[in-house]
């Protein structure tokens, strides 16, 4: 019995496969033998094609937020391949992010962080192919990452808030707000002086900066915290998340009240504040009063401690979830505006509240009118119809649900992401359950194991388990980018003009007891042998790679120094550090560029004080 189901279940499989593969063939030749790169190629079966053969490329880039390891992580999908690391918030000895002059300026000081959330930057709904944000919930900061380079550029401290957590960027016309929110309640001025164990007297701040300089536009104070974020698709609203509207400063005052809030922010109305000079200046910053009866912003009562808010990529609704309510709730977004002038009450913008199971947090959509919600208790992702979910709201007879599919993930997801899904473009191709727990899913590897990063075809009406993914603590979030958005962005190396120390020919200068020595790499050699400094000298290396070659990358490691860093082609970054230990310290190329790699290296001479 069990026998012959195999080989039936194996036949059919290979039988259709077969035909499967003509009929692409037949199809590739009708259309000029040529396949859109994006396209994600059926199989036979229904199923997407998730394999990628060892030289094939993947069809989506993900990018997503690696908690508190501080960085973000290129993967390829429908491989889960990891292809890049991105430094963010932390130290990395592989590219020497935290170790050059240039990234720790931008790091101030600061070398942890807690990344949640990566966005992109849009225009008319959808990537643009620029820049990513991210934020930090620990250090509360912001970065960006460039994309043409995919490297961190710019990085600012978020004052007045902690707990910096959703963030999203502006998806209509361009981005050119970017919003964060602090989910942490915390006293406006954090200074130690007052009352500040007073937690009445606490807010959350939803903060808007420009995306284009990476300046602060101005603050929206709430009395209330601030959690996940998401913007519309016409440029006029952002939203938050808020769980501890009782203002509590302990779990059991947070989880006193049965409903807390969405809370919508009007942008016209901000950005009118701002003209007519409506607002205070705390520390440089402007601060905007959003509190309960102010014109800019609107609490819509959603059941109880909500965490992610999401919007359906039509633009027509955004659907948030509370974590202690089997619940999801969707608000249609064109009852807004009736509710922001009184006509309506906020309550009446709620058209949907679909019972989907336990622990809900995260809402991805297909595109084609179904939303998939995370439930961390139940450990599944379902898959649900919204406008069933709104038909049945308006009968209070109807016993039948909007639930389409449930599937069982491994285990306790946080969020879940589809490709696309966060754009006017979503596919329904590719789902991503990022599940916190694998429990017995891999070997053991110690108190810590991987999480587990399950890929799920969503492009029938099941949704399809495909692949187990552990991945190091912690992403939180992703997003999942058509390919030929990002592919042709990014370059192979920059202008070597771009960095204003780039140099393509070596020299040592010193001034009093500083050295600066510019110094070029040229596979296999340094353009100098030999460089002879004092005890207690500062001594400034500045490394271009003069190599153009794709990939050719030179390491820079100063033997016993704690210096070690990477130059990519046509790059050039900086170290200073002060000639503490004499003696003779060889300064090698980490990376393997050449034959004669390991003769790549030179002397550092340090010649003790009298
Ligand atoms: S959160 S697991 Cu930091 Cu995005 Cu919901
Ligand atoms: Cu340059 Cu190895
Ligand atoms: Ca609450």
Known sequence: MYKYSLIKNLLSRWTLLAIGSIAVVFAAFLIGGEMAPQTVEA???????????????????????????GEIRVLGLPSMRVLKRVPVFNIDSGSGWGITNESKALLGGLYVGDTHHAHGSYKDGTYDGKYLWVNDKANNRVARVRIDYLETDAIISIPHVQGTHGLFPQRYPQTDWLI???EFRTPLVNDGRGDIADESKYGGVHTVIDANTMEIICQVMVPTNLDLAATDYQGRYSFATSYNSEGGATISEMLAADRDYLVVFHWARIKKALADGDFKVVDGIKMLDGSPGSD??????????PHGVNISPDGKYAVASGKVSPTASIIAIDKLEAAFNGELSPADTVIGEPEIGLGPLHTTFDGRGNAYTSLFIDSQVVKWNIQKAIDIYKNPQATDTAVVDRLDV???????????AETKEADGNFLVSLNKISKDRFLNVGPLKPENDQLVDISGKKMVLLKDEPAYIEPHDCIIVRRDIIEPVVKHRPRMDEHPLATTESSIERDGNKVTVRLTANAPVYGLQKIEVNEKDEVTFIVTNNDEIPDLGHGFAVSDYNVNFVVGPFQTKSVTFIADKPGLHWIYCTNFCHALHLEMRMRLIVKAKA
Not at 54 to 63: A, H, N, V
Not at 298 to 305: A, D, F, H, Q
């Open 296 to 305: 800019l912003t609107l609490y819509v009562p959603i059941p109880k401690n």
């Open 180 to 182: 964060v929110n602090s």
């Open 43 to 69: 199989r036979s079966d229904g199923a997407l094609r998730t394999k990628v053969h060892p030289g094939e490329l993947d069809d989506y880039y993900g990018f997503f937020s690696g908690g508190h390891s």
């Open 410 to 420: 491994h285990y306790q997801v946080g969020h879940t992401m589809a490709s696309m």
